[in-house]
């Protein structure tokens, strides 16, 4: 029976659920309905060495069922750093007590760590077959002015490690074109194929399609993602600004997990909205039902962001028949071709208050659009996990 190893060194230490993350709980979960057997496995840095996740990890490979505090960042506990150093001085001693970890196949679906990297040596070549590795976007060296500093110092070394493994699975055909392009621009010779593989997403539990909205309310506008640079969050409060000084009535309502450095200024800026007394809400991240709730009052979302390499909150929108305002571009575009968006030329404020506007005075328009996002059909992530295992079948060892 093949054994199909996968990293799962950061969402294996972390209660975020941001994009990443869901990619990776919910692939390593449709791998494991696939048949066959699926180890999850982890640089240990304290023990400085590849392993199995243990129990409690592996309650992380689930999606949290509420918010978990502390961030993005992955978290040990100390008896987990103390046991991993113990096991290292350990291990000086008796070297060849516990056989190295190996496998028949490995699948690398984070955006791995600079310490990751350096301890791929001593494991790739422990792999009898496939080494393969999921791409998600290269934001941080289009958009570095957008992006952590130390992000967009990283980059370029991952961006050459990916040619250690032997195909590259993008997530969607965006991604995969900005990948081949920064290659073809290093002048790499023979690198590993890269296709892209659009993702999955969680289909909403079962209930009525259509509007939950009280009787006089203001309509709610939604809009779902990490506050962070590239999001663009601060031009949707600055459109929505403008839309509440003319007058129109609606509240909005921001969703995800704040990035401590990029995200500061739209937070500023929501802060001083709701100071000013306007009808901006944003408590943090989401539960699942509560995100499901949300979805579900609602009368419309918008995604502001510049750039994706793929962009969840899109289809999920759709996915509970609700339009979605979106960029008409890259990765994003990709999503909106299938009816049920406004996709636009441009995400600045003006444009996207055009946008807003639009959609809040015009019910019939919002009703085409949810007509049309009720009639698309969705990939689940055991189809997603079932295209990959295939297009794998077809790639070679390098």
């Not at 032997?166 to 081949?180: E, P, W």
């Amino acid at each position: 029976m093949t054994q199909l190893l996968v990293d799962l060194s950061h969402t294996g230490h972390t209660g975020a659920h941001t994009g990443i993350q869901r990619l990776c709980r919910a692939l390593y979960a449709a791998l494991r309905e696939q048949g066959g057997e699926v180890l999850p496995i982890c640089h240990d840095p304290y023990e400085s060495a590849w392993r199995p996740l243990r129990r409690w990890e592996r309650v992380n490979l689930a999606p949290p069922p509420g918010i978990v505090a502390g961030g993005r960042g992955a978290r040990w506990p100390l008896s987990a750093r103390i046991g991993g150093h113990l096991r290292r001085l350990a291990a000086r001693v008796r070297p060849t007590a516990a056989p190295a970890l190996s496998g028949d196949c490995l699948i690398e679906p984070e955006i791995f760590s600079p310490a990751v990297a350096r301890a791929f040596p001593a494991i790739l070549p422990r792999i009898s077959g496939l080494r393969i590795a999921l791409f998600h976007d290269a934001a941080a060296l289009q958009m570095p002015e957008l992006s952590p500093p130390r992000t967009v110092a990283r980059y370029p070394a991952y961006l050459q490690e990916l040619l250690l493994f032997d195909g590259i699975a993008a997530i969607s055909d965006d991604s995969r074109a900005t990948l081949v392009d920064y290659w073809r621009w290093l002048g790499v010779a023979n690198p590993p194929p890269v296709v892209g593989i659009p993702l999955g997403i969680d289909p909403p539990v079962p209930a009525p399609f259509g509007h939950t909205i009280a009787a006089g309310a203001a309509p709610v506008v939604l809009s779902v993602g990490s506050i962070e640079g590239r999001k663009n969050h601060l031009a949707l409060l600055d459109a929505c600004e403008m839309l509440w000084r003319r007058g129109l009535r609606f509240e909005l309502q921001l969703i995800g997990l704040a990035h401590p450095q990029t995200g500061r200024p739209a937070l500023d800026r929501l802060h001083a909205l709701q100071t000013a007394g306007r009808p901006v809400h944003y408590e943090g991240p989401a539960s699942e039902a509560d995100l499901a709730r949300a979805y579900r009052a609602c009368t419309f979302t918008v995604y502001p962001s510049l750039m994706e390499g793929f962009g969840l909150p899109v289809l999920e929108s759709l996915s509970y028949g609700k339009p979605c305002i979106s960029s008409a571009h890259g990765a994003l575009g990709e999503s909106t071709r299938g009816g049920g968006c406004l996709a636009l030329e441009r995400v600045d404020a003006p444009a996207l208050a055009e946008a807003v506007a639009s959609l809040l005075s015009d019910s019939e328009r919002i009703d085409v659009l949810t007509t049309a996002a009720q009639h698309r059909t969705f990939k689940s992530w055991s189809a997603y996990t079932a295209e990959l295992l295939a297009w794998m079948r077809t790639v070679s060892r390098r």
